[in-house]
């Protein structure tokens, strides 16, 4: 899976930047999974190859405007552009009367079928391959960050063992790879556990919304391989940004060392900084937590 980065700005969009939204395409299932939604993401999602009949999810952290304003237009132009496939949304309470209320007073309507879930803290999706979890985070308004758990993937196929027991290929593989007992059309039962390898991890994506440091910021990204943090303002100025309800680049860099996390992904920066600030305040982060890096708009990272 990797990530896509739409905006990376906070509050108002700069000449460099776009307000927040970032999308999580799974590389296996081809479907996307966008988390905010700011003014215009959907001309930024059509400067990328995503594919908005993919996009079957999306993950509000908070109802401020620069994460929530581009909700109705990528709604209706989806809609208009004929895709049928299903969307999910999921925010804080507020969330299904902002769009039905935007849609209702506009004149517009979707025709594809919409589910918009209210969430609470917990698990707040789970299938085979996937859990997601969301907590509050502390913000001048409900907000959520969402950790993205991929469950272990089963190991590898003994080929030489499989050989070595003259089992044919077939389906009955595929079956097996997945954990499954199987019997051949020649009667044999085979057991999975006999021919799999060791589990291998899943990986843990954590992408928080708008925060000042906390402790369930640490939980969700506890252990994660990509953590996704605001650093809306520079370490000098901590009073004025959790005053606001935000990180500094250095609150951000703390969470990351503390959760222990592989690699911190810091954005939602401050209109104010232009891109030779981004140096100093990059170096902020690094001189907490070595392997930061700082998003930017269609920046792509392989998870």
């Known amino acids: 899976m990797y990530l896509t980065f739409l905006g990376t700005c906070a509050g108002t969009p700069s000449l460099q930047r776009n307000v927040t939204s970032i999308a999580l395409t799974f590389s296996t299932k081809g479907e996307t999974w966008l988390f905010d939604c700011g003014e215009a ?6 400067r990328t190859p995503l594919k908005p009949g ?3 999810k999306i993950f509000i952290t908070h109802l401020h405007g620069d994460h929530i304003f581009g909700l109705p237009g990528m709604l209706t132009s989806r809609s208009m552009s004929s895709i049928v496939t ?3 949304l999921y925010g804080p309470k507020g969330l299904k ?4 209320t935007a849609l209702s007073i506009s004149g517009s309507w979707v025709d594809f079928p919409l589910d918009i879930i209210e969430v609470e803290p917990g698990v707040i999706y789970e299938d085979e391959q996937y859990r997601v979890i969301a907590q509050s985070l502390n913000h001048v308004i409900p907000c959520y960050g969402y950790r993205v758990e991929q469950h272990d993937l089963p190991g590898k196929l003994d080929e030489q063992l499989l050989k070595a027991d003259n089992i044919p290929a077939g389906a009955w593989l595929q079956q097996l790879k997945k954990g499954k007992n199987v019997q051949l059309p020649d009667g044999r039962e085979l057991v ?4 799999l390898g060791p589990s291998q991890k899943g990986k843990v994506v954590t992408i928080l919304g708008d925060t000042a440091p906390c402790d369930n910021a640490i939980l969700l990204a506890k252990g994660a391989d990509i953590l996704v943090h605001e650093a809306t303002l ?5 009073e004025k940004a959790n005053g606001r309800g935000h990180s500094t680049t250095a609150q951000a860099a703390l969470i990351a060392q503390q959760a222990e996390v592989s690699q911190l992904i810091a954005t939602h920066f401050s209109s104010r900084y232009r891109q030779h600030d981004m140096p100093r305040l990059l170096a902020e982060c690094r001189g907490i937590f070595t392997n930061t890096i700082f998003a930017s708009d269609f920046m792509v990272i392989d998870v």
């Open 86 to 88: 299903p969307l999910t």
């Open 41 to 46: 993401t959907q001309h930024q999602f059509m």
């Open 97 to 100: 009367t902002f769009i039905e």
């Open 54 to 56: 993919r996009l079957e």
């Open 234 to 238: 520079e370490a000098a100025m901590a």
């Open 192 to 195: 999975a556990q006999r021919y």
